[in-house]
């Protein structure tokens, strides 16, 4: 018998014709979405061997790639927080914090130190639970969502409904079915309205950028319009908005009819706006981003506005009619005209071919656009946009799992509370308000209130605690029965399809995360222990004087290195000097009697001296120039054609480094004086790591943090060895820009001093800076 109809019903039988046009068109829209979306794409797919499992497989390869490099970034961040912190408890003076020198301002403000430890507790927070956030989600998708099926389905195991307590009453079929429409609603809708949030702030972003209102938009470039974040940024939410678009088709393959059965002003406009305007000037502009694309600091002009500001509208467009008829589908009236059917989702073969179709949409685009890149702007442009989108598109993806797993959860809560739902829906939008406003007025009280990113992180990290503590007293009060509580994703030891890799692959991914979070570890501990120990050598004064020497032989000079390493040099014309001739049993000679070895860089000059007289220089730099190491008789007899003499020093820095003033006078022209020719240079030589002194041990592994991690990153991802040097610097600029937007720029060198000594040299001067080792 068919089901009672209702007054909605009824309206829905008597919607008036609206034109054979508009249905027309909107069918004709279908269809070629169909054939874009699904068609095309499942005959492809069929044609591949195994393309559900390598699109699967790449996928998972793809999100651990980003929880990889995301513990990149971790391992940078505390070596960042070791650095500041102990350094300014133990008062290292040349990477102390600006505001004190010492242990004193520890002591003498307790609380404010206690806030801006948890404030940076807050960040930690967030990047592990993004990283495990990463590594669940990662696993979803490697199986197809099966987390996800269950809450578009009738509930099973974790997310079944909850059985009525003692006395109460059970719910009612159609209430049970409300339910389950609007938790239906929910998860289509929720991703939606993350892209349409992400994309009015990207907008909202770019034209304060452009009319110079944001002051740190070049800086960070996630709203540099013409940056490369904004643009690899902006190109991830077109592709998850098409990709959510498959799926809804897909779910939905004749939402045209229930839209167009529906009547109202807003559908009809809407219809309108997207048959008459969005779909030409999308084809429009695909077609002249395939074609012409813009590369970082260009802009291309269409009616007078800017490339990125079209995009963005074009975007917002789709996405606003996108959640205007997904709201008007997934209606309980609408739905049984739009080709829904809940067999599709519980059966595994239709299933696994819209998530195959899911997967396939993400690498056809991301080829797509790394193709067009090596063609118009060569590979190297193409693999950094490519590597920033493989960091920026699994992120997305976690925040849209994290923000539909809370957004059902708290309908779960109404839903069981027997409240309305946009009552609830008020009052949790109230407590993330007033806990940004907590946020802020902590960030402020530790003086970080200008840093948008670490209030995000704060923030964050309130809202996961107050979630947290609803789930428990949800628990506790048995608004949500014992036993039944909604989990972020499915138990991989009960469900059958995570059960497949629970016992071998998840348990070696495991073992690689501990491994690389006791590398974590260990890196910190060691960090910490060089700071605190070159505190106390530092405050003990233990300092050797010298750690190179040197002495005249009969023919050269001997310059010794702790007498670990014996560098002597005798003149061409020397003979008989003790130990510098003779040659070894059983050598064979490859060079002519008389006849002196020869490189290819030995014929370079730069700014008239040669590569061995750099060399020499930053050899010398090890040396404090007293009266007893005698540095002007050593230069003497190093550089018996020029002249050399100290010009400065570094005056008990903990760099050592001299000023050279070098007067290289060449053959002087026919007929002139002998000093036409004559060229003055300043060298400044900066000396390496000194074995003696602690704290350059520090300063090496500070230095060393990001190319080390990602050394070690490479041997579980090979794709990362295939990254141009272009792109391992992007990684670890992009790593320090983001430091520096959390106040924790690790960029208190040694070197600073020099630096500031060398802008203070006239510009007329001629100057070289070499060094050895660190100091290089």
Same mark, same amino acid.
């Given at each position: 018998?068919?089901?009672?109809?209702?007054?909605?019903?009824?309206?829905?039988?008597?919607?008036?014709?609206?034109?054979?046009?508009?249905?027309?068109?909107?069918?004709?829209?279908?269809?070629?979405?169909?054939?874009?979306?699904?068609?095309?794409?499942?005959?492809?797919?069929?044609?591949?061997?195994?393309?559900?499992?390598?699109?699967?497989?790449?996928?998972?390869?793809?999100?651990?790639?980003?929880?990889?490099?995301?513990?990149?970034?971790?391992?940078?961040?505390?070596?960042?927080?070791?650095?500041?912190?102990?350094?300014? @408890?133990?008062?290292?003076?040349?990477?102390?914090?600006?505001?004190?020198?010492?242990?004193?301002?520890?002591?003498?403000?307790?609380?404010?130190?206690?806030?801006?430890?948890?404030?940076?507790?807050?960040?930690?927070?967030?990047?592990?639970?993004?990283?495990?956030?990463?590594?669940?989600?990662?696993? +979803?998708?490697?199986?197809?969502?099966?987390?996800?099926?269950?809450?578009?389905?009738?509930?099973? /195991?974790?997310?079944?409904?909850?059985?009525?307590?003692?006395?109460?009453?059970?719910?009612?079929?159609?209430?049970?079915?409300?339910?389950?429409?609007?938790?239906?609603?929910?998860?289509?809708?929720?991703?939606?309205?993350?892209?349409?949030?992400?994309?009015?702030?990207?907008?909202?972003?770019?034209?304060?950028?452009?009319?110079?209102?944001?002051?740190?938009?070049?800086?960070?470039?996630?709203?540099?319009?013409?940056?490369?974040?904004?643009?690899?940024?902006? #190109?991830?939410?077109?592709?998850?908005?098409?990709?959510?678009?498959?799926?809804?088709?897909?779910? #939905?393959?004749?939402?045209?009819?229930?839209?167009?059965?529906?009547?109202?002003?807003?559908?009809?406009?809407?219809?309108?706006?997207?048959?008459?305007?969005?779909?030409?000037?999308?084809?429009?502009?695909?077609?002249?981003?395939?074609?012409?694309?813009?590369?970082?600091?260009?802009?291309?002009? #269409?009616?007078?506005?800017?490339?990125?500001?079209?995009?963005?509208?074009?975007?917002?467009?789709?996405?606003?009619?996108?959640?205007?008829?997904?709201?008007?589908?997934?209606?309980?009236?609408?739905?049984?005209?739009?080709?829904?059917?809940?067999?599709?989702?519980?059966?595994?073969?239709? %299933?696994?071919?819209?998530?195959?179709?899911?997967?396939?949409?993400?690498?056809?685009?991301?080829?797509?656009?790394?193709?067009?890149?090596?063609?118009?702007?060569?590979?190297?442009?193409?693999?950094? =946009?490519?590597?920033?989108?493989?960091?920026?598109?699994?992120?997305?993806?976690?925040?849209?799992?994290?923000?539909?797993?809370?957004?059902?959860?708290?309908?779960?809560?109404?839903?069981?509370?027997?409240?309305?739902? /946009?009552?609830?829906?008020?009052?949790?939008?109230?407590?993330?308000?007033?806990?940004?406003?907590?946020?802020?007025?902590?960030?402020?009280?530790?003086?970080?209130?200008?840093?948008?990113?670490?209030?995000?992180?704060?923030?964050?990290?309130?809202?996961?605690?107050?979630?947290?503590?609803?789930?428990?007293?949800?628990?506790?009060?048995?608004?949500?029965?014992?036993?039944?509580?909604?989990?972020?994703?499915?138990?991989?030891?009960?469900?059958?399809?995570?059960?497949?890799?629970?016992?071998?692959?998840?348990?070696?991914?495991?073992?690689?995360?501990?491994?690389?979070?006791?590398?974590?570890?260990?890196?910190?501990?060691?960090?910490?222990?060089?700071?605190?120990? @070159?505190?106390?050598?530092?405050?003990?004064?233990?300092?050797? &004087?010298?750690?190179?020497?040197?002495?005249?032989?009969?023919? /050269?000079?001997?310059?010794?290195?702790?007498?670990?390493?014996?560098?002597?040099?005798?003149?061409?014309?020397?003979?008989?000097?003790?130990?510098?001739?003779?040659?070894?049993?059983?050598?064979?000679?490859?060079?002519?009697?008389?006849?002196?070895?020869?490189?290819?860089?030995?014929?370079?000059? %730069?700014?008239?001296?040669?590569?061995?007289?750099?060399?020499?220089?930053?050899?010398?730099?090890?040396? =404090? &120039?007293?009266?007893?190491?005698?540095?002007?008789?050593?230069?003497?007899?190093?550089?018996?054609?020029?002249?050399?003499?100290?010009?400065?020093?570094?005056?008990?820095?903990?760099?050592?480094?001299?000023?050279?003033?070098?007067?290289?006078?060449?053959?002087?022209?026919?007929?002139?004086?002998?000093?036409?020719?004559?060229?003055?240079?300043?060298?400044?030589?900066?000396?390496?790591?000194?074995?003696?002194?602690?704290?350059?041990?520090? +300063?090496?592994?500070?230095?060393?943090? +990001?190319?080390?991690?990602?050394?070690?990153?490479?041997?579980?991802?090979?794709?990362?060895?295939?990254?141009?040097?272009?792109?391992?610097?992007?990684?670890?600029?992009?790593?320090?820009?983001?430091?520096?937007?959390?106040?924790?720029?690790?960029?208190?060198?040694?070197?600073?001093?020099?630096?500031?000594?060398?802008?203070?040299? &006239?510009? =007329?001067?001629?100057?070289?800076?070499?060094?050895?080792?660190?100091?290089?």
């Amino acid at each position: 018998p068919a089901p009672p109809s209702s007054p909605r019903d009824g309206a829905l039988r008597a919607t008036p014709f609206r034109g054979a046009m508009e249905r027309t068109l909107m069918r004709f829209s279908g269809h070629c979405l169909r054939a874009t979306c699904h068609a095309v794409p499942g005959f492809i797919c069929r044609r591949i061997p195994l393309a559900s499992e390598s699109l699967s497989l790449a996928s998972l390869y793809l999100f651990v790639q980003a929880l990889g490099l995301l513990w990149v970034f971790l391992v940078s961040l505390l070596a960042a927080l070791c650095t500041h912190l102990l350094t300014t @408890a133990v008062g290292t003076p040349q990477v102390a914090a600006p505001q004190g020198g010492g242990a004193a301002p520890l002591l003498e403000r307790p609380l404010h130190v206690v806030a801006l430890t948890y404030v940076y507790y807050c960040v930690v927070c967030t990047q592990v639970v993004f990283g495990r956030n990463l590594w669940t989600v990662a696993w +979803e998708v490697y199986h197809d969502f099966p987390t996800l099926r269950r809450l578009l389905t009738r509930s099973r /195991g974790g997310t079944a409904s909850p059985s009525p307590s003692e006395g109460e009453p059970s719910p009612s079929p159609s209430s049970a079915a409300t339910a389950q429409d609007v938790r239906r609603q929910v998860v289509l809708v929720a991703p939606l309205l993350v892209l349409v949030v992400f994309n009015v702030v990207v907008l909202v972003g770019q034209l304060l950028c452009v009319h110079g209102q944001f002051d740190t938009c070049r800086e960070m470039q996630l709203f540099d319009p013409t940056g490369r974040f904004n643009r690899n940024a902006r #190109f991830v939410l077109l592709v998850g908005m098409v990709q959510w678009l498959q799926a809804w088709t897909g779910l #939905f393959p004749s939402w045209y009819d229930a839209l167009t059965r529906q009547q109202g002003a807003l559908q009809r406009i809407t219809s309108s706006v997207v048959i008459f305007l969005l779909i030409p000037a999308s084809l429009l502009r695909f077609g002249v981003w395939l074609v012409k694309p813009a590369g970082i600091g260009v802009e291309h002009y #269409f009616a007078g506005l800017p490339h990125h500001l079209v995009d963005s509208v074009l975007v917002i467009g789709w996405n606003t009619w996108l959640l205007v008829a997904a709201f008007t589908v997934a209606s309980q009236a609408a739905v049984r005209h739009s080709g829904f059917n809940p067999s599709m989702i519980r059966e595994d073969r239709t %299933w696994r071919h819209l998530c195959m179709l899911f997967k396939y949409t993400l690498f056809l685009w991301g080829g797509l656009h790394f193709v067009r890149g090596c063609i118009a702007l060569g590979p190297g442009h193409a693999q950094n =946009d490519l590597v920033v989108i493989s960091i920026l598109y699994p992120n997305l993806v976690c925040i849209i799992w994290a923000v539909t797993f809370t957004a059902v959860a708290l309908t779960r809560y109404a839903m069981n509370r027997g409240r309305a739902l /946009g009552r609830t829906v008020l009052l949790f939008a109230v407590l993330p308000a007033a806990l940004l406003a907590a946020a802020a007025g902590l960030c402020w009280a530790v003086g970080r209130g200008g840093r948008g990113l670490l209030l995000l992180c704060v923030w964050l990290h309130f809202c996961a605690q107050a979630f947290r503590v609803v789930r428990r007293w949800s628990r506790w009060s048995y608004v949500v029965t014992p036993g039944k509580t909604l989990r972020f994703a499915l138990d991989p030891k009960q469900d059958m399809d995570l059960q497949q890799t629970y016992a071998a692959e998840r348990k070696l991914g495991r073992v690689a995360i501990r491994v690389l979070l006791l590398v974590c570890g260990s890196f910190c501990a060691v960090l910490a222990a060089c700071f605190l120990m @070159a505190g106390l050598q530092q405050r003990a004064g233990f300092f050797l &004087p010298d750690v190179v020497w040197w002495r005249p032989l009969a023919e /050269g000079v001997e310059i010794s290195n702790l007498g670990a390493s014996v560098l002597r040099l005798s003149r061409l014309n020397a003979t008989s000097a003790s130990g510098l001739t003779g040659k070894p049993e059983g050598a064979v000679p490859v060079m002519r009697k008389g006849e002196a070895p020869r490189y290819a860089v030995c014929g370079h000059a %730069w700014h008239g001296l040669q590569l061995v007289d750099y060399a020499m220089m930053s050899s010398l730099s090890y040396m =404090d &120039p007293r009266e007893e190491n005698d540095l002007p008789g050593l230069l003497g007899a190093l550089f018996p054609h020029k002249r050399v003499t100290i010009r400065s020093t570094s005056n008990n820095s903990e760099r050592r480094w001299l000023e050279f003033d070098v007067d290289t006078c060449g053959p002087a022209a026919t007929g002139s004086s002998g000093r036409d020719n004559c060229n003055l240079v300043t060298v400044i030589a900066v000396s390496g790591t000194d074995p003696t002194r602690i704290m350059d041990y520090a +300063e090496d592994l500070r230095m060393w943090t +990001e190319p080390c991690t990602l050394q070690i990153l490479s041997f579980v991802f090979p794709t990362v060895r295939l990254w141009p040097r272009d792109t391992t610097a992007m990684v670890i600029g992009g790593i320090h820009v983001i430091l520096k937007s959390l106040d924790m720029q690790d960029d208190r060198w040694h070197y600073q001093e020099i630096l500031e000594h060398v802008r203070q040299i &006239p510009e =007329d001067r001629e100057v070289v800076i070499t060094g050895h080792s660190l100091g290089a």
